[in-house]
């Protein structure tokens, strides 16, 4: 029987899965329940042209599906809020939306993880698919909305 995969791996897997989730959503208006079908049946924790998937916590990965898409407005506006003058949602690329999205999700619906953590862990999965500019706006953008949404403990 395999080892359980620490769970923050098994975390960042379920993270980089929403991401790829959300961003499918956005391009084809793929029904949730047919999108998360699809993903636990042939992407979380498997072997697609040779790149092997880890294994996802698949509750977490759920969660977050399901919650961006169930809170999609209130986390738009959200983001939006926290763009530079004379940006839009509208303007910024499916994959950063997707990130971005996610991201806010966990910092409005998940006080079990720590601000930190979900910044540190959106970071890195736009690592995936940017250079360090947009890695470093994702940075900025989450620890904004971070600030607004999880009051400071002390």
């Known amino acids: ?18 991401v790829q989730a959300m961003y499918q959503h956005e391009m084809e208006a793929t029904a949730v329940v047919q999108l998360l079908h699809e993903f636990h049946q042939h992407r979380l924790g498997a072997t697609i042209e040779d790149a092997e998937y880890a294994e996802a ?5 759920d969660d977050v599906v399901k919650g961006v898409l169930a809170r999609r407005m209130e986390i738009d506006a959200r983001i939006t809020a ?6 839009s949602l509208e303007r910024l690329d499916k994959p950063m939306k997707a990130i971005l999205r996610c991201g806010t999700y966990e910092l ?5 993880v720590p601000v930190a953590t979900v910044i540190t862990e959106y970071v890195d999965v736009a690592h995936a698919f940017y250079d ?3 890695a470093g706006f994702v940075n900025g953008l989450l620890d904004a909305i971070g600030k607004d949404v999880r009051a400071p403990t002390g």
């Not at 409005?108 to 079990?112: M, T, Y």
Request: charged share 35%; no cysteine; net charge positive.
């Open 1 to 18: 029987m395999p080892r359980p995969l620490p769970r923050t791996k098994a975390r960042a897997a379920a993270r980089l899965a929403a």
């Open 57 to 61: 916590d698949v509750d977490f990965f």
């Open 82 to 87: 926290k763009l530079a003058s004379g940006w």
């Open 108 to 112: 409005l619906a998940r006080a079990d």
């Open 132 to 134: 360090k500019r947009e």
